[in-house]
């Protein structure tokens, strides 16, 4: 068993978002997999185990729990096969459903695309969308007044929550615990998306992640294809339509995260992924 190192949406080894990947993982048990997404401490982890038909069942481990899908481990994964075995379309099974993905090389880069499962978006009621501003230590007045609240799964479930400017997001600041707490009793698995719209068809993004134990995501796939089914709700754009999210710098780890939004079905995320050699 070789335990591979990427960092994900991003062609800079020092930007991305890092995650662990097992290309053969037919040996390990559950508790062996979270023992070693533990000890790698990146915010989560995949463990890959090939079918006879050629697609691989897949599992996500981030560093306190498993995880139903991550989106930046996905596309790690995939430009590890894709550098082993070749580019071209894969299929994996996750536990949210069947993952298709193409994977190719772009201007010397080699990337991936994931096609989510189908979207769902859902209203908060006043209680809930109360408290979670409280747990971001965010006022109402400090929303975009243009964008609801909403929570949207695309994979995961996540609560998507617009700012009014690049300011309040830079300085965007939460309550650990509180969050952790809000996150466990409403089943939010994931992170939660804070978004700025800095243009029609672009976002800035944090992404703060307590119950995967890591205090912020530098480039969340799931959250990405997530806020792409919240669009589309909301009917803010054309569709089709391609929107990019940039995510990470303000911990230092750029990353840039591209969504296409079609009129129906899942949301195609893409990104570069790069081999570290640790």
Same mark, same amino acid.
């Given at each position: 068993?070789?335990?591979?190192?990427? /960092?994900?949406? /991003?062609?800079?080894?020092?930007?991305?978002?890092?995650?662990?990947?097992?290309?053969?993982? !037919?040996?390990?048990?559950?508790?062996?997999?979270?023992?070693?997404?533990? =000890?790698?401490?990146?915010?989560?982890?995949?463990?890959? /185990?090939?079918?006879?038909?050629?697609?691989?069942?897949?599992?996500?481990?981030?560093?306190?729990?498993? %995880?139903?899908?991550?989106?930046?481990? /996905?596309?790690?994964?995939?430009?590890?096969?894709?550098?082993?075995?070749?580019?071209?379309?894969?299929?994996?099974?996750?536990?949210?459903? &069947?993952?298709?993905?193409?994977?190719?090389?772009?201007?010397?880069?080699?990337?991936?695309?994931?096609?989510?499962?189908? +979207?769902?978006?859902?209203?908060?009621?006043?209680?809930? =969308?109360?408290?979670?501003?409280?747990?971001? =230590?965010?006022?109402?007045?400090?929303?975009?007044?243009?964008?609801?609240?909403? %929570? !949207?799964?695309?994979? $995961?479930?996540?609560?998507?929550?617009?700012?009014? !400017?690049? &300011?309040?997001?830079?300085?965007?600041?939460?309550?650990?615990?509180? #969050?952790?707490?809000?996150?466990?009793?409403?089943?939010?698995?994931?992170?939660? $998306?804070?978004?700025?719209?800095? +243009?029609? $068809?672009?976002?800035?993004?944090?992404?703060?992640?307590?119950?995967?134990?890591? =205090?912020?995501?530098?480039?969340?796939? !799931?959250?990405?294809?997530?806020?792409?089914?919240?669009?589309?709700?909301?009917?803010?754009?054309? #569709?089709?339509?391609?929107?990019?999210?940039?995510?990470?710098?303000?911990?230092?780890?750029?990353?840039?995260?591209?969504?296409?939004?079609?009129?129906?079905?899942?949301?195609?995320?893409?990104?570069?992924?790069?081999?570290?050699?640790?």
């Amino acid at each position: 068993m070789e335990i591979l190192h990427y /960092t994900a949406f /991003t062609t800079d080894p020092t930007g991305g978002n890092r995650a662990g990947v097992v290309l053969d993982a !037919s040996t390990l048990d559950s508790s062996q997999m979270q023992a070693i997404a533990t =000890r790698l401490g990146y915010s989560e982890s995949a463990f890959l /185990t090939r079918r006879e038909d050629g697609s691989y069942n897949v599992r996500y481990f981030a560093p306190s729990t498993e %995880v139903q899908f991550c989106g930046h481990a /996905t596309i790690a994964a995939a430009v590890a096969l894709a550098q082993a075995f070749g580019t071209g379309p894969l299929m994996f099974h996750t536990p949210v459903g &069947e993952i298709p993905l193409d994977t190719f090389v772009h201007d010397g880069a080699a990337r991936a695309t994931l096609t989510s499962v189908d +979207t769902q978006v859902a209203e908060l009621s006043a209680e809930v =969308r109360g408290r979670l501003l409280t747990a971001l =230590r965010l006022r109402a007045d400090e929303l975009d007044p243009a964008l609801p609240v909403l %929570v !949207s799964f695309a994979g $995961n479930w996540h609560p998507i929550v617009p700012v009014a !400017s690049a &300011e309040i997001l830079a300085s965007f600041d939460y309550d650990f615990d509180l #969050l952790a707490a809000l996150m466990a009793e409403q089943g939010w698995g994931a992170t939660v $998306n804070v978004v700025f719209r800095l +243009t029609g $068809n672009s976002f800035e993004s944090r992404n703060p992640f307590p119950p995967g134990g890591v =205090r912020e995501d530098a480039a969340t796939g !799931s959250a990405a294809a997530s806020l792409g089914g919240y669009l589309r709700q909301v009917d803010e754009l054309e #569709l089709p339509a391609v929107v990019s999210v940039l995510q990470g710098h303000h911990m230092g780890s750029p990353s840039q995260l591209q969504i296409t939004i079609p009129e129906t079905g899942g949301i195609q995320v893409s990104g570069s992924a790069v081999r570290l050699e640790i």
